[in-house]
């Protein structure tokens, strides 16, 4: 059960840092944002590759 | 723009590859350590636990055992595992321990999964090294709390079992608050379950879990006993400063604070159980940068202002509180326990040679005390 | 040492002000400030070079489970708007409660502070309940700055309420107490502070309400029905409820995972069919400072501390004589929390707790009146986390100053209450007894 | 003459030193005076001393009767403390030897273990000033029944402090009225309970440690 709540949590990661990659791409005029949609994504991808 | 986004993810890259790889290397990094002369047997916590085989929560429990039947005492380094002197009094023990009777059990590390984890906002170096005569061995800085990358999520609150006393969120991977544990709980609660299944399946008789605290924390520098073992303690403590000079009091362990192992060892064993606190002003939060300097020597312009402003719980000046001698203390207040343990109750007595005391230590480093990996058989190594 | 530390720290100041001049938002700028605090410590060793990426890295994770916890909760409200959901109870309660408005006040606040009392976010407060309860503000005849006022001092006094109080949390942690006993000197407290709140804020009526907008607004969504609004919310109190009752049976969900079933559960009962996908990526666009701060606060802790600032700092304030300190906690908590978030409890609060607990003070006490003050810093800048959710979920379009002006009284009152109960923690100890029963 | 000048010089200075050596702990230490069991020990603030002293009787091999907090009806009902059993915040050790001493016997001497506790009060739920009034009677009491009182002080400058602190107030309450001291070097640092005992006439005795409260009490008990 532990497990599987676990793995829940790393869809649940993948799919917020999925949605501000997105917003990332879509971004269109402020270099600001796009700084800050990949400052967010750093523990996103680094707890999704169980780094950290 | 289109550019531009490629050169920010290209710096992402980068930033992420160096970062990660030192992250990486830190979890995945191994500590040798060396089965002395008097280890006889070497386990995983799992035999006791079998759910916890093959996971990061799983650690080495080595028995060191004697000629003669006696007692037996269960030995905890790195509950904490951002308070190393646990885990280097540990080792100083199994890399040099010979017991005559009875039997020493030591687990170095107790939250293994803690000492694979980094702590977050709060810039600890990743490693520290203690030179010895062979060269430095090199030790993973671990984090109070077990990884979330083996116990994830954390609840909103935790509730301890099986009092039901609400601790902080943070608790449910503090292996010092999930005492006594259940088999099917969380991976810490598995933890500290399958350490009272040996407490009682092996019949200890003393729990030593040794701990660093902060210098402005009011129980440092002592022994936290319940009533069961306060006593012992209170003698220990009577002794090694008539002895060896330095001061190590008795604090009474809170009758209504739950899952710490000198309230749950004692109450759902018939272990009395101990825990031992030297001062590491590296945890304390008013200090300068967190070095690994800080971490070894204990020396701090803050805590020193601080200390004539009466503003510490220790006595504290310009030497700080090296690592030797809080290792030597650690050292010397165990074999004391085991001593006065052994006087009282002879048919359970616990005897253990050429492990050094205080003094010793002081002396000589604890690197000292290690023996260079690279000299024994492969066989006699375990990698943590 | 402490030369370098201050040499540190004036870096890091420069390189915020930079950032403001230069018009960079405030979580650039902030993150420009632990970077270079990092690069000036770099000089000193304090870190190494080569640590500079991996410490700013570390420090992002800080509160990770919390943007996760912001980013599901707010999907799930987002959804329940769009599905007409939020305008369906604020009209139907309204039409029940309006006319008599203390009975509507009062049981706008508990609404407010539920959602925070049981999860220790403010911001969830606001993210879960807080458009609702603004348009029924509104409703009232509330102007949109005291209805964002409003809507900060409750969340903050949420946060603060118990069973679930994160900065207390945070200390009893640090300071090795159990959680234990915060009942009655927490929720006394924020039950007649919230109350004083609501009704000095929200007494007046200051325009009519547009009740016919939103009734015309939820007769467009016909299909919209009780248990299609009330469902989720069940399932979400209900998950955290059980965990409650039955610890050793439920398994731990987490509170990301909750949002993020009952949002889809949301978006099951939603009357019209809505693009799950879209709406959510909307959400995170417009979460993105606040998830942004999180980060960029974390990575700034972790180099404060790893440069040694943030050591310098929680010295000062330890070394502050004890009655200066005393009407100075009503200035440090807040400032500390609008610059470091939770990080301030850590690094002022431990410290601070164990002096006090040597001197004689009551710990549990103490630290439920600092929890007072606490929240008040979330309004502050550089970070004012909850100040500006409050602005975001009540639509008000003014300076931000403007709002905060607006809460003045309330936050004077609750400065006084907090620093008292410190003060006279020791007096007040007979709550902690009564709490535990 | 001047040979002589230098033996008797060099005598001069053996006999100073030999004077001081025997002066110096003449200075602070007296004969160490006699008591007779059973004894009781109790706390004098609640600090965790009073462990200390009970181990260290245990120790010595001196059996005796443990309660936290008694007053005065407690202590009259002598020997096993009238069988009352430990409950939160009172506790009570009966180890006397009743073959010798049964149930009843009036205690011939109490051992006050000093050192204020504000947690261990608490927890008892006392506060200073009950906890003075309570010393003052079971002194007096003891006072005019001839049953032997021994203050022992051995926490050092942590149960120390300014003049009128709770710690000093524990000492005041007990330590004029003993008719034996003990402290360490640590607790006498400001020589306040060589002041007492020298007003009073009372023995002292200062040992470096607490461990060797075990010697003392097997000659006091001798």
Not at chain 1, 18 to 24: K, P, S, Y
Not at chain 3, 61 to 81: E, G, K, N, P
Not at chain 3, 321 to 330: D, G, K, N, T, W
């Amino acid at each position: 059960m532990f497990k599987i709540i676990m793995a829940f949590y790393y869809l649940i990661t993948a799919f917020i840092a999925a949605l501000i990659f997105w917003n990332f791409w879509l971004e269109k005029k402020k270099v600001d944002r796009l700084i800050l949609y990949l400052l967010v994504l750093i523990p996103m991808i680094l707890r999704l590759l169980r780094i950290k | 723009m289109i550019r531009i986004k490629i050169v920010l993810l290209i710096i992402l890259v980068i930033i992420l590859t160096i970062s990660g790889f030192q992250l990486y290397h830190h979890r995945h990094y191994q500590i040798p350590i060396v089965a002395g002369p008097g280890v006889t047997r070497v386990l995983k916590l799992s035999h006791y636990l079998p759910s916890l085989k093959g996971s990061m929560a799983d650690t080495w429990v080595f028995f060191l055992e004697g000629q003669e039947p006696g007692g037996k005492v269960l030995i905890l380094g790195n509950t904490h595992a951002n308070e190393p002197e646990g885990l280097l009094t540990a080792l100083v023990i199994i890399e040099n321990g010979q017991v005559e009777k009875g039997t020493v059990i030591i687990i170095p590390q107790f939250n293994h999964s803690a000492s694979r984890f980094t702590r977050p906002g709060d810039g600890y170096p990743l490693f520290f090294e203690i030179p010895t005569s062979w060269g430095k061995k090199k030790f993973r800085m671990g984090n109070r709390e077990a990884s979330p990358l083996d116990q994830w999520p954390d609840p909103d609150v935790y509730i301890h079992y099986p009092e039901r006393q609400l601790l902080s969120f943070l608790d449910a991977r503090n292996v010092n608050r999930t005492w006594p544990g259940r088999p099917n709980g969380l991976p810490m609660e598995q933890v500290t379950f399958a350490a009272m299944e040996l407490i009682r399946q092996e019949r200890v008789d003393l729990v030593i879990d040794i701990h660093g605290a902060e210098t402005m924390f009011p129980v440092t520098n002592c022994i936290v006993a319940p009533e069961k073992s306060a006593k012992l303690a209170t003698m220990v403590s009577l002794t090694v400063k008539a002895m060896e000079k330095f001061d190590n009091h008795v604090e009474p362990s809170p009758p209504k604070f739950r899952g710490l192992s000198h309230r749950e060892i004692g109450d759902y064993s018939e272990a009395m159980p101990f825990l031992l606190e030297a001062p590491i002003p590296f945890l304390d939060q008013p200090t300068g940068p967190k070095t690994e300097r800080l971490l070894l020597d204990g020396r701090d312009p803050f805590l020193l202002r601080l200390a004539r402003k009466k503003k510490l719980f220790v006595p504290y000046d310009e030497t700080g509180w090296p690592m030797d001698k809080r290792v030597g203390q650690h050292l010397s207040v165990t074999l004391e326990l085991l001593k006065q343990y052994s006087r009282r109750t002879p048919d359970r007595a616990i005897v253990i040679h050429n492990v050094p005391r205080y003094a010793e230590v002081v002396e000589h480093g604890v690197g000292y005390y290690f023996v260079n990996p690279s000299t024994v058989s492969p066989d006699k190594i375990y990698f943590n | 040492m402490i030369s370098q530390i201050v040499v540190i720290l004036i870096v890091m100041i420069v390189a915020y002000l930079i950032g403001q001049w230069r018009h960079f938002s405030v979580e650039l700028s902030l993150f420009f400030a632990a970077l270079f605090g990092a690069i000036a410590g770099a000089f000193f060793s304090t870190p190494h070079w080569s640590e500079i990426f991996r410490h700013l890295v570390e420090g992002s994770f800080t509160y990770l489970d919390i943007i996760l916890v912001f980013s599901t909760a707010t999907i799930f409200m987002t959804i329940l708007r769009e599905s007409g959901g939020i305008d369906y109870i604020v009209h139907s309660s309204m039409k029940a409660l309006s006319k008599i408005r203390p009975l509507a006040l009062l049981v706008l606040m508990i609404i407010v502070l539920i959602p925070g009392a049981l999860t220790g976010a403010g911001s969830v407060s606001l993210l879960v309940v807080g458009a609702p309860v603004a348009a029924a503000l509104r409703h009232l005849g509330i102007s949109r700055p005291r209805t964002a006022a409003i809507l900060f001092i409750l969340a903050g006094l949420s946060a603060a309420a118990p069973p679930v109080n994160i900065w207390a949390m945070v200390l009893c942690a640090g300071t090795a107490i159990p959680y234990v006993g915060f009942e009655l000197p927490l929720g006394l407290p924020v039950i007649l502070l919230g109350t004083f709140t609501i009704f000095t804020l929200g007494w007046k009526r200051e325009k009519n309400g547009p009740d016919e907008v939103t009734l015309a607004k939820v007769e467009a969504f016909l299909g919209m029905s009780w248990w299609r609004v009330v469902l989720p919310f069940i399932v979400l109190f209900g998950l955290i409820l059980a965990y409650r009752l039955w610890p050793f049976k439920m398994p731990v969900l987490g509170l990301p995972l909750e949002f993020f079933l009952v949002s889809i559960i949301a978006w099951l009962t939603s009357p019209k069919k809505l693009p799950f996908f879209p709406i959510s990526r909307e959400t995170m666009a417009r979460l993105l400072p606040l998830i942004a701060t999180m980060v960029v606060i974390g990575m700034l802790q972790q180099i404060m501390t790893a440069t040694g600032v943030r050591g310098l700092l929680s010295y000062l304030v330890i070394s502050i004589p004890i009655i200066v300190l005393f009407i100075l906690l009503a200035v440090i908590i807040p400032v500390s929390e609008g610059i470091l978030t939770y990080g301030a409890a850590a690094i002022l609060g431990i410290p601070l707790i164990w002096y006090l607990d040597s001197l004689g003070y009551h710990a549990t006490v103490a630290i439920s009146g600092l929890s007072l003050l606490w929240p008040l810093g979330d309004g502050l800048p550089p970070t004012a986390l909850i100040g500006r959710l409050s602005v975001m979920v009540s639509n008000f379009e003014g300076s931000y100053w403007s709002f905060l002006r607006r809460t003045w009284l309330p936050w004077i009152v609750i400065t006084i209450v907090g620093v008292l109960m410190v003060v006279f923690s020791h007096k007040l100890s007979f709550l902690v007894r009564w709490s535990v029963g | 003459m001047k040979f002589l000048a230098k033996k008797y010089w060099g005598l001069t200075l053996f006999s100073i030193i030999i004077l001081f050596i025997l002066i110096l702990p003449l200075r602070a230490q007296t004969k160490i005076p006699k008591a007779s069991l059973p004894v009781l020990t109790t706390s004098a603030g609640q600090s965790n001393d009073v462990n200390t002293v009970n181990i260290i009787l245990e120790e010595a091999g001196i059996k005796y009767d443990y309660c936290d907090v008694p007053d005065v009806d407690l202590i009259k009902s002598g020997v096993g403390l009238a069988d009352r059993e430990s409950g939160p915040g009172f506790h009570v050790e009966v180890y006397t030897d009743l073959s010798k001493y049964p149930k009843g016997t009036p205690y011939k001497t109490i051992i006050f273990a000093i050192g204020a506790s504000l947690k261990g009060m608490g927890a008892s739920g006392l506060t200073v000033e009950t906890e003075e009034a309570r010393l003052k009677r079971i002194v007096d009491y003891c006072q005019k029944n001839n049953i032997f009182i021994i203050a022992v002080h051995v926490g050092g400058s942590a149960l120390r402090g300014a003049p009128g602190s709770d710690n000093e107030r524990m000492i005041d309450a007990v330590a004029p009225y003993a008719n034996y001291i003990i402290v360490t070097k640590d607790s006498n640092k400001d020589g306040r309970f060589t002041n007492i005992a020298k007003a009073r006439n009372i023995p002292l005795t200062e040992v470096d440690y607490a461990l060797d409260l075990v010697k003392i009490f097997k000659e006091v008990f001798q």
